[in-house]
């Protein structure tokens, strides 16, 4: 039952793990953790129509409020996520609705949610407590009031053994879509798991060679001219952040990943086991009955006794499981198509604002433009100018068709530019230079016509690749800071796993109604067909005088 309780947090510790995928903390964290509660309480609802879509109102005591298809963009209104799908009964709060969207921090949304499974809960105790008392009853009266049986009925024998067949039948079909349903269900767990650990180490793949290109771009010098000081101060102070992030989300990745498939697999065990053992315990109880071996009938009702009150407990924690499942998947939808709207994913996913996400990118446009700069700058000023040999070590013989820019692709104000005819793209910049290149002698100085040489062209080549790696990732930065990398994983997860996910969760907890259903009724009628069959043979051995047909009415 702990491994069976376990799976109500599976779906949790999935998201989970692709929740922390966005947790990459280039801003102050204490801004998050400062960011207002999600209210709980004291909240009035009202629908509203505009265009022929219902837009759902939601007014609390702080006056926030947030129109569900509204693209307002003020952080202090508030979207309720899920609110139609979360609309449910909820017991903390004198069973009145819940109105507070899905929120996994609100104890009121649990309640709620676990409400729904509180039937199967209900009838697994009635069960256990009302046959618990009918077996002792039976045994107290078979002990102490034993008296031959006389006669039986025809028709409640062939009755009780046609409800017993189509019962056994329902528990072996309830079995294989139990069985059935666990393994579409781990099929589609296990798909999902292995696409968030892959976005996860893609992304903390891709931090890194962020890192390691502005590690790299701390050391370019093109003939001893390096990054100013300022911006090798600012390299420093992205690099730890960046390195920072990619740790924690490494180590977040491994730890949960394992955990999450220790979850699966046990889930998967358990219920093969039960579906395993139900069966079993359904055919055995089958055949023992009709072949009158009332001893071992009698044990097998005890076992499916208390099987029976397990597996009903089991259809409310995945019928639970189920609907914390949906009440997910519409909750990711709604944050997606809501980008800028306060909501309960605020307290787990730390997206920080425009602002701060926009001055990563600046920070990053900043070293790729003085990169180039810098390189651009050794061109002009050394390479391309005929220097007299007097001003080494910036003399080296250099001669020839002069060396093309390298296209810087943004202006001083940061902003995109074109390039110019002459300049030549970052793409493609180290295989044109390479015609650029010279034989040099002992002392470095150019023997052949050329106006780089290969010390020259290697320094350069390193700040282009650096210079392009850096062009090339800031925008993956900006889109993990601003949550467009969660949005687009989010995305993927609710259109190509989530219907899956409840689908076969459905599977489950139906399989386990239609097992425990059918299952408790062949424990009642193992005992009915028993008696019948019991009374028939006394009857045959003590009474065959009789016609057929006597007492049939009895």
């Known amino acids: 039952m702990l491994i069976m309780f376990r799976a109500v947090q599976l779906f949790w510790v999935v998201t989970t793990c692709f929740l922390f995928l966005s947790n990459i903390p280039f801003s102050s964290s204490s801004q998050l953790q400062h960011s207002p509660p999600f209210p709980t309480h004291h909240t009035s609802s009202a629908e509203l129509k505009s265009g022929g879509r219902v837009v759902e109102l939601m007014v609390n005591r702080g006056r926030r409020e947030r129109f569900l298809g509204g693209g307002g963009g003020d952080s202090e209104l508030l979207l309720v ?37 509180v039937p199967f809960f209900f009838i697994g105790a009635i069960w256990f407590v009302v046959f618990g008392i009918s077996l002792t009853l039976i045994c107290l009266c078979f002990c102490c009031c034993r008296k031959e049986p006389y006669g039986y009925s025809r028709i409640a024998y062939a009755l009780s053994l046609i409800l017993l067949t189509l019962f056994t039948i329902a528990a072996i079909v309830g079995c294989v879509v139990l069985y059935t349903g666990q393994g579409k269900y781990h099929s589609s767990s296990m798909s999902t798991l292995e696409y968030v650990v892959e976005q996860a180490d893609t992304t903390s793949e891709n931090l890194r060679n962020v890192s390691q290109y502005l590690s790299a771009a701390k050391q370019i010098n093109v003939d001893q001219v390096f990054l100013p000081s300022n911006v090798q101060s600012d390299i420093d102070l992205i690099q730890n952040k960046i390195n920072s992030s990619a740790n924690i989300l490494s180590s977040q990745t491994q730890h ?11 889930v998967r065990l358990a219920l093969i086991v039960l579906s395993a053992v139900m069966l079993l315990l359904t055919f055995l109880g089958f055949v023992f009955s009709i072949f009158g071996m009332q001893f071992l009938v009698y044990l097998l009702v005890i076992a499916g006794w208390i099987l029976v009150t397990a597996t009903f407990i089991l259809c409310g924690i995945f019928l639970l499981l189920h609907n914390v499942t949906g009440d997910t998947c519409v909750a990711m939808s709604q ?32 070293v790729t433009s003085q990169l180039i700069n810098l390189m651009n700058t050794v061109i002009t000023n050394i390479s391309n100018n005929n220097l007299p040999p007097n001003v080494a070590p910036f003399y080296y013989n250099q001669s020839g068709p002069p060396v093309p820019n390298l296209c810087n692709p943004f202006n001083p104000d940061l902003t995109d530019r074109a390039c110019t005819p002459g300049e030549v793209d970052l793409s493609n910049v180290t295989q044109v230079w390479s015609g650029y290149v010279c034989e040099t002698s002992g002392n470095g100085v150019c023997v052949t016509k050329g106006r780089l040489t290969r010390d020259m062209y290697s320094q350069m080549s390193a700040g282009v690749n650096v210079s392009y790696g850096l062009y090339k990732y800031g925008p993956f930065l900006v889109n993990l800071e601003d949550c467009t990398f969660v949005r687009e994983t989010f995305t993927d997860i609710n259109g190509r796993y989530c219907p899956g996910l409840r689908k076969y969760s459905q599977w489950i907890y139906i399989g386990l109604v239609m097992v425990a259903t059918a299952v408790m009724l062949s424990l009642l009628f193992w005992v009915i067909y028993g008696r019948e069959r019991r009374h028939r043979v006394y009857t045959k051995e003590h009474m065959p005088h009789h016609p057929a047909g006597f007492q049939a009415d009895k």
């Open 256 to 266: 949960n990943s394992h955990k999450i498939k220790n979850v699966i697999e046990s």
């Open 81 to 117: 996520l899920a609110a139609k799908t979360t609309y449910r009964k909820d017991p903390l709060n004198h069973f009145h609705k819940y109105t507070g969207g899905w929120n996994i921090s609100n104890p009121h949304y649990w309640a709620s949610v676990a409400y729904t499974a």
């Open 335 to 366: 944050w997606v198509e809501n980008p800028t709207a306060h909501t309960a994913l605020d307290d787990i996913l730390p997206c920080v604002d425009n602002a701060t996400a926009q001055e990563t990118l600046t920070k990053s446009k900043e």
